[in-house]
């Protein structure tokens, strides 16, 4: 392990050292430190190949081969970070639970991690697992056990790591967003507090500890972040790592007395296909940053002839992963021809699954699904539990909920939802904000107003994820302790024993109108 313990007689020794400088000795010379940046890995082992394409993108073997051949990384001479949402993705990280990639990223030689909000989709006790074999920590400065200012036992609020000779401070924050983002049963007894607190409250320490340099890893969005500058600048925060929002983005927030308060926010971009790369120039003694160098790079090219050879050693967990997961997932359950799609405004995916639902639940009405909890594209041909698995990798559970006409047409503004059983018309304005003008039913009648109808929603959207209402508007519904993939298991299998292809429904459900 690099990372160092964070006690006070560091400290000392440091000041110490600091005092009995000889008056009038020559400055020390700045100090360069390379911070290398990945987030919302998702468990992208290997990398996303198009079918019957020579081409690559991303995936941890590539990323590893890249950050040696391009960039000379070294574990002790560079920090390496993960911003969160380290798993929850492809089939073989999200059957394991997670464990593949803790592996790999202990053979890269992490220096720690900011807990995400998809890092607790396989519960606290999983979490606390992935903790006990990082051999990196996992960082939270605002996630407290409910009721206190105390982390759980498997997070840390900072640490200090060492690279080429610089003490670097590592703070870590997870996003508000966390209770509407992950299934809220798996925060329990948990709590999140504020970004501003946090930082007042745990950078200083790191400061007082050692830290030349204060890098924040925020599992939080850029737009969160920004605002936060002038306290970051008061704070002496160079670097923060952002996440959370799969969007890459690269800029510096300055600060108007040279380069020494400028702020840098870097969010790498997700699954392993791109990274940041920041060079810090600091004052060996006041650690002001007198010079910083930033770039986002991806991590793709040809599988035939890849500009920087994948780590062998990281291909070999991965195969490992795949071996330990095949035999759940190799089954074939049917042939799509067409193969499954999130695109909209044809999200063939979402309408295979909500359809699915009513067949399983046939006294139900309508089905909504939040189009988030798809993950991947399904390619045409035969189509495998594994495939299955990692398009909806989540483990959510079937609920049925009695709603008003009134209510449903709240869920349908939610841009999220994908509905089941009826057909919505519907205005977005400039800002992308959906109007629901009416709502039809599969014989192209009105809801009617006022009337309750059974629907099938799944049990995160329940809970509030994504800012849903629902378990305000039925605090009774049915728990059909029915898995959110079993109806289409079920669909697809049965399709394959008949040797009938598959064929998804492909009309739009939100029929735009002005």
Same mark, same amino acid.
């Given at each position: 392990?690099?990372?160092?313990?964070?006690?006070?007689?560091?400290?000392?020794?440091?000041?110490g050292?600091?005092?009995?400088a000889?008056k009038?000795?020559?400055?020390?010379?700045?100090?360069?430190?390379?911070?290398?940046? %990945?987030?919302?890995?998702?468990?992208?082992l290997?990398?996303?190949?198009?079918?019957g394409q020579?081409?690559?993108?991303?995936?941890?073997?590539?990323?590893?081969?890249q950050? *040696?051949?391009?960039?000379g990384? $070294?574990?002790?001479?560079?920090?390496?970070?993960?911003?969160?949402?380290?798993?929850?993705?492809?089939?073989?990280?999200?059957?394991?639970?997670?464990?593949?990639?803790?592996?790999?990223?202990?053979?890269m030689?992490?220096?720690?991690?900011?807990?995400?909000?998809?890092? !607790?989709? !396989?519960?606290? #006790?999983a979490?606390?697992k $992935?903790?006990? #074999?990082?051999?990196?920590?996992?960082?939270?400065?605002n996630? !407290?056990?409910?009721?206190?200012?105390?982390?759980?036992? @498997?997070?840390?609020?900072?640490?200090?790591?060492?690279?080429?000779?610089?003490?670097?401070?590592?703070? =870590?924050?997870?996003?508000?967003e966390?209770p509407?983002?992950?299934?809220?049963?798996?925060?329990?007894?948990?709590?999140l507090?504020?970004?501003?607190?946090?930082?007042? $409250?745990?950078?200083p320490?790191?400061?007082?500890?050692g830290?030349?340099?204060?890098?924040?890893?925020?599992?939080?969005?850029?737009?969160?972040?920004r605002?936060l500058?002038p306290?970051?600048?008061?704070?002496?925060?160079?670097?923060?790592?952002?996440g959370?929002?799969?969007?890459?983005?690269l #800029?510096?927030?300055?600060?108007?007395a040279?380069?020494?308060?400028?702020?840098? !926010?870097?969010?790498? =971009?997700?699954?392993?296909?791109? @990274?940041?790369? *920041?060079?810090?120039?600091?004052?060996?003694?006041?650690?002001?940053?007198?010079?910083?160098?930033?770039?986002?790079?991806?991590?793709?090219?040809?599988?035939?002839?890849?500009?920087?050879?994948?780590?062998?050693?990281?291909?070999?967990?991965?195969?490992?992963?795949? %071996?330990?997961?095949?035999?759940?997932?190799?089954?074939?359950?049917?042939?799509?021809?067409?193969?499954? %799609?999130?695109?909209?405004p *044809?999200?063939?995916?979402?309408?295979?699954?909500?359809?699915?639902?009513?067949?399983?639940?046939p006294?139900?009405?309508?089905?909504?699904?939040n189009?988030?909890?798809?993950?991947?594209?399904?390619?045409?041909?035969?189509?495998?539990?594994?495939?299955?698995?990692?398009a909806?990798?989540?483990d959510? @559970?079937?609920?049925?909920?009695?709603?008003?006409?009134?209510?449903?047409m709240?869920?349908?503004?939610?841009?999220?939802?994908?509905?089941?059983?009826?057909?919505a018309?519907?205005?977005?304005?400039?800002?992308?904000?959906?109007? *629901?003008?009416?709502?039809?039913?599969?014989?192209g009648?009105?809801?009617?107003?006022?009337?309750?109808?059974?629907?099938?929603?799944?049990?995160?959207?329940?809970?509030?994820?994504?800012?849903?209402?629902?378990k305000?508007?039925?605090?009774?519904?049915?728990?059909t302790?029915?898995?959110?993939?079993?109806?289409?298991?079920r @669909?697809?299998?049965a399709?394959?024993?008949?040797?009938?292809?598959v064929?998804?429904?492909?009309?739009?459900?939100?029929?735009?109108?002005?």
């Open positions: 392990m690099r990372w160092l313990g964070c006690g006070m007689a560091g400290a000392a020794v440091l000041a050292g600091l005092a009995l000889q009038g000795a020559a400055p020390a010379p700045p100090l360069k430190v390379t911070v290398l940046a %990945t987030t919302d890995e998702h468990g992208w290997e990398p996303l190949t198009q079918k020579d081409s690559y993108q991303g995936g941890m073997a590539y990323l590893m081969g950050l *040696v051949g391009r960039e990384y $070294r574990p002790r001479d560079a920090v390496l970070l993960s911003g969160g949402d380290m798993w929850t993705g492809p089939y073989e990280d999200t059957v394991l639970q997670g464990r593949p990639m803790v592996q790999i990223m202990n053979a030689g992490y220096d720690a991690a900011s807990i995400g909000n998809h890092d !607790f989709d !396989f519960g606290q #006790e979490l606390q $992935r903790a006990h #074999e990082a051999g990196f920590p996992l960082l939270s400065a996630l !407290f056990i409910r009721g206190t200012r105390s982390p759980p036992p @498997y997070v840390r609020t900072h640490t200090l790591t060492e690279a080429a000779g610089v003490k670097v401070g590592l703070v =870590g924050l997870t996003t508000l966390t509407y983002t992950t299934d809220a049963r798996n925060l329990g007894g948990l709590e507090g504020p970004y501003e607190e946090a930082l007042q $409250r745990v950078v320490e790191a400061r007082a500890q830290a030349q340099v204060v890098v924040l890893l925020a599992h939080a969005d850029l737009n969160e972040m605002p500058a306290l970051l600048r008061r704070l002496g925060v160079s670097l923060v790592i952002c959370h929002r799969h969007n890459g983005k #800029e510096t927030e300055e600060g108007g040279g380069i020494a308060d400028d702020v840098v !926010f870097c969010n790498p =971009g997700p699954y392993a296909r791109s @990274y940041c790369r *920041v060079d810090l120039t600091v004052d060996a003694q006041t650690g002001a940053l007198l010079a910083q160098k930033s770039i986002i790079e991806m991590v793709a090219g040809l599988r035939s002839k890849p500009s920087y050879a994948p780590s062998e050693g990281i291909l070999g967990v991965a195969a490992e992963a795949r %071996t330990q997961a095949e035999t759940r997932g190799a089954e074939v359950l049917a042939t799509i021809p067409a193969g499954l %799609t999130r695109a909209e *044809v999200n063939t995916m979402g309408y295979l699954v909500v359809d699915s639902w009513l067949d399983a639940l006294y139900a009405e309508f089905a909504f699904t189009t988030g909890g798809f993950r991947q594209d399904v390619d045409g041909g035969p189509v495998r539990m594994r495939d299955i698995i990692g909806m990798p989540f959510n @559970y079937l609920m049925v909920v009695s709603l008003t006409t009134e209510q449903i709240d869920v349908m503004e939610n841009p999220q939802t994908l509905p089941g059983g009826l057909t018309e519907v205005s977005v304005d400039a800002a992308g904000k959906r109007a *629901v003008k009416r709502l039809l039913d599969r014989r009648q009105p809801l009617e107003a006022g009337r309750k109808y059974r629907c099938i929603v799944n049990d995160f959207m329940y809970r509030g994820g994504d800012r849903y209402r629902l305000e508007y039925d605090p009774n519904p049915e728990e302790a029915m898995h959110w993939r079993e109806p289409v298991v @669909y697809l299998r399709a394959g024993k008949a040797g009938k292809p064929t998804v429904a492909t009309s739009p459900r939100l029929r735009p109108v002005p």
